[in-house]
């Protein structure tokens, strides 16, 4: 697979990547033995990125990433992500980005994965409580120990990547973007594009709404998050339906799936950006590593502006996002 590069100080990975949130936490049942299979098929291809974090289970999948991986470490790139303090059964406190929590953190991430070092650490939601400067500070000292490899940020503002890539250089940014979701496209890419930052979208399917497959927020089982995401809700979810068949008409014409005329549109924003759809699947995987291989006009990327509906993430989270 095509390899791209994530800033400018070094950082090359496969031009699609593996979100492995949705093994452990958030998209229903777990299934360990169909996840671990997944990451090793993701491997086979060529798709060697592969993004989790502490808050994802919490922990839990960290350690399934690192049960994973014993003996191919060295055939992929981990990016994880810390930024959130939980009490020791689980129950998340709150944001914790201080300098000796980070510290403290990484060396509990480098256990449960099994590993050394990590490629690309990012902070997971700026905390508010913490001056950026710190935060960068501090990753890059764990950049000269050897157990960090690159700074990466998730849903931060223009302000905080710029104080922050002053103070170390940040090579990713990882945050929301789609056809699905296009709100960074007025001032932090053009923020990314101008420092040499990259950028990693994560949730480049809509939550899977661009998947061709996709039912009401109350059609999905208790424990998955897209029962509380406004966009699968009421009215929105109406709206949105018929906005995600424009997509199923032009993956049609080009013998398509949704998912892959998605993700090649994404491919299209720019070689500085690596998308990184989250499966448990190993067909969904292929399904959607194929899309390299999807071409689209200028006129066909055009076609695919999206009347969207709602907000992209429930009140809660928005404030956390408003506070980057």
Not at 7 to 28: E, N, P
Not at 41 to 65: H, K, M, Q, V
Request: one cysteine or more; proline letters at 5%; hydrophobic letters at 35%.
């Amino acid at each position: 697979m095509e390899k791209r590069a994530l800033g400018q100080q070094g950082l090359r990975t496969s031009a699609l990547g593996l979100g492995c949130m949705g093994m452990s936490w958030a998209y229903g049942t777990p299934d360990d033995d169909e996840s671990v299979a997944t990451i090793h098929r993701a491997i086979e291809l060529g798709c060697d990125f592969l993004d989790t974090a502490e808050s994802y289970g919490p922990w839990a999948n960290e350690r399934l990433l690192g049960r994973a991986l014993k003996g191919r470490r060295d055939e992929v790139v981990i990016a994880t992500k810390f930024g959130w303090e939980y009490t020791p059964e689980g129950e998340r406190i709150g944001p914790n980005s201080r300098p000796d929590h980070i510290r403290e953190v990484i060396d509990q991430q480098l256990t449960r994965l099994g590993t050394d070092h990590v490629d690309l650490l990012y902070q997971h939601r700026v905390d508010p409580q913490v001056p950026i400067e710190d935060v960068a500070g501090t990753v890059g000292e764990l950049v000269a120990a050897g157990k960090v490899g690159y700074f990466g940020l998730s849903e931060a503002s223009a302000d905080s990547i710029r104080r922050a890539h002053a103070t170390f250089p940040v090579s990713a940014l990882q945050t929301e973007y789609s056809l699905w979701e296009r709100g960074l496209e007025q001032e932090i890419l053009p923020t990314l594009r101008e420092l040499g930052i990259g950028l990693v979208p994560y949730s480049p399917l809509g939550r899977g709404f661009l998947t061709g497959d996709v039912r009401r927020a109350e059609d999905y089982s208790e424990d998955d998050y897209r029962r509380n995401d406004p966009r699968f809700q009421g009215a929105n979810f109406e709206v949105n339906v018929k906005a995600a068949e424009k997509v199923g008409e032009m993956a049609s014409r080009k013998g398509a799936t949704v998912a892959q005329v998605a993700l090649a549109w994404l491919l299209h924003q720019g070689d500085d950006l690596v998308p990184i759809p989250g499966t448990k699947s190993r067909t969904r995987l292929e399904e959607n590593l194929a899309a390299v291989d999807v071409e689209l006009t200028e006129a066909e990327r055009a076609e695919l502006e999206l009347p969207v509906s709602g907000e992209r993430y429930p009140e809660g989270m928005l404030r956390l996002i408003a506070q980057g």
